[in-house]
Every structure is written in structure tokens, then in C-alpha cells.
């Protein structure tokens, strides 16, 4: 299976930083990259497909980026409703496989 | 409006059996494939296992391949999943997850979940 590993775990930022959360696959995966937020309680939401693409309603401060095995989350001016966990998923494979996780927090 | 509804989830003894459901409505449910992920407690994502839009392919995570099996009814618009010879390790909230295309990718809409405890 193709491990992902996410960093960091887990961060501290304050409202209007900038925020880069990272995701390294085992192996090349192209672009079949995507990313989830999910907040406590709630099921998944789906964000960004294919490395870079923006899901339908998702604001344009969440950019993803990369290629091979090294990919990008970035939110530009962090707001009160992004305090959550976000988790990548390479779909290269038919074996999906999720990244650990990263919890962005309130500093 | 797209929904997923999961069922079947509860306490059940290690070995034991249980059968997860998933009540999809809101789009054309076989142009899709489906996904169960599941959480355990204070964890994080577990992909499961995916089926195609049609039913003919289905993928397991090497942690269930053996002991659960994914089976869609289009007529129905419902998708399963049997659970057997259940462990400690199985517990967690099961979601079940309409893909973005026809064969497992990434996972647009998500239920609300349902929970599985395995303990004796």
C-alpha cells in the first residue's frame, strides 16, 4: 500500500495567518492527490481533488499544490471555521489510503 | 439534495458478524462508486473498502480483505457491508462515502456515520 505522512500533526496559528500543512506520499502518485477537513463530530468535507482543483463551494483562501510525492495545503488567512483536522488521500492506487492527519488549532 | 444515510452499526462480541447499510438518494447512485471509511475513537481516517458504479469491481483495505465484503443494489440505491469475524480493532465510526466518479477517487458526499463496538 502507498503510506502517506502528514506534518505537521498538529499546529497553533492564529485568525489571518497563513497556514501550510504538508503531505508526503511513498511513492509517485502524480496528482491523485486530495484533501478532507473534518471538524469534531462531523463527518469529512471534501476540499481540493487532483492536488490543485477546488471542490464546488469551497473558498478560494484553500489552495493545494504538488505533484510526484510531495503536496501542499495552504490556507491564506486563516478564519474561525478552519480550526479543524485535514487529512490527504492519494487515489493513485485502488487501495486508497489516508495521511494521519493535522489539526490546525487556536493559538 | 444528495443524502447518505448509514444503518446497521451497534455492539456485537469479537468474532461476531454485522451488516452496515447505506441509503443513498438525491443522484443517479450507479454512475458512482461508493467507499466505507471509518474512524476509531481519536483517530484518524480509514479508507475500507470501495466499490464501482456498476457493482463489477470492488477494493478491500489489506486490514478487512477476507472478513467484509461491499455489495451495492442499484435498483434499491443502497449500498452494503458485511462485517465478520469481528476485532477490538474494528471499532469506530463507519461512513459511507459517494465517490466523484465511477471508480473510487475521492469522496464528495459523506453520511453521517455509524458506529461499531466489538467488545465482549
Known amino acids: 500500500d502507498i503510506q502517506m505522512t502528514q506534518s505537521p500533526s498538529s499546529l497553533s496559528a492564529s485568525i489571518g495567518d497563513r497556514v501550510t500543512i504538508t503531505c508526503r506520499a511513498s511513492q509517485s502518485i502524480s496528482s491523485y492527490l486530495n484533501w478532507y477537513q473534518q471538524k469534531p463530530g462531523k463527518a469529512p468535507k471534501f476540499l481540493i481533488f487532483?492536488?490543485?482543483s477546488l471542490q464546488s463551494g469551497v473558498p478560494s483562501r484553500f489552495t493545494g499544490s504538488g505533484s510526484g510525492t510531495d503536496f501542499t495545503l495552504t490556507i491564506t488567512s486563516l478564519q474561525r471555521e478552519d480550526f479543524a483536522t485535514y487529512f490527504c488521500q492519494q487515489s493513485y492506487s485502488t487501495s486508497l489510503t489516508f495521511g494521519g492527519g493535522t489539526k490546525v488549532e487556536i493559538k | 439534495e444528495v443524502q447518505l444515510l448509514e444503518s446497521g452499526g451497534g455492539l456485537v462480541q469479537p468474532g461476531g458478524s454485522l451488516r452496515l447499510s447505506c441509503a443513498a438518494s438525491g443522484f443517479n447512485f450507479n454512475n458512482y462508486a461508493m467507499n466505507w471509511v471509518r474512524q476509531a475513537p481519536g483517530k484518524g481516517l480509514e479508507w475500507v473498502s470501495g466499490i464501482s458504479g456498476s457493482g463489477d469491481n470492488t477494493y478491500y483495505a489489506d486490514s478487512v480483505k477476507g472478513r467484509f465484503t461491499i455489495s451495492r443494489d442499484n435498483s434499491k440505491n443502497t449500498l452494503c457491508l458485511q462485517l465478520n469475524s469481528l476485532r477490538s480493532e474494528d471499532s469506530a465510526i463507519y461512513y459511507c462515502?459517494?465517490?466523484?466518479?465511477?471508480?473510487?477517487?475521492?469522496?464528495?458526499?459523506w453520511g453521517q456515520g455509524t458506529t461499531v463496538t466489538v467488545s465482549s
Open positions: 462515502a459517494k465517490d466523484s466518479t465511477r471508480q473510487p477517487y475521492g469522496m464528495d458526499v
Open positions: 487532483a492536488a490543485s
